[in-house]
Nanobody, 115 residues
């Protein structure tokens, strides 16, 4: 199993940037594919970005492509989400996800973007 703890959320203005971090427990972090999702009030959880175990391949939702970048540091057991040009519609709780035979989730971090 893996435990995930997100951090880096906060209140920012439209156009600002934030970098979210997700720290994972355990010694097998590099064997997990990692992803970021978000959930806004009254909406379903939405896929944002994913990165494979070695970090060599990524994919993004159309809604964030070109603005968000996912990366990982396997030596630090951490995955990141760099978010640029934030918009009010990016306001949501952001969740880290790990996949290896099962799905694991963090508790989420709130991102609020004011106009």
């Amino acid at each position: 199993q893996v435990q995930l703890v997100e951090s880096g959320g906060g209140l920012v203005q439209a156009g600002d940037s934030l970098r979210l971090s997700c720290a994972a427990s355990g010694r097998t972090f590099s064997s997990y594919a990692m992803g970021w999702f978000r959930q806004a009030p009254g909406k379903e959880r939405e896929f944002l970005a994913a990165i494979i175990r070695g970090g060599g391949s990524t994919r993004y939702a159309d809604s964030v492509k070109g603005r968000f970048t996912i990366s990982r540091d396997n030596a630090k057991n951490t995955v990141y989400l760099q978010m640029n040009s934030l918009k009010p519609e990016d306001t949501a709780v952001y969740y880290c996800n790990a996949v290896r035979f099962a799905d694991y989730w963090g508790q989420g971090t709130q991102v609020t973007v004011s106009s």
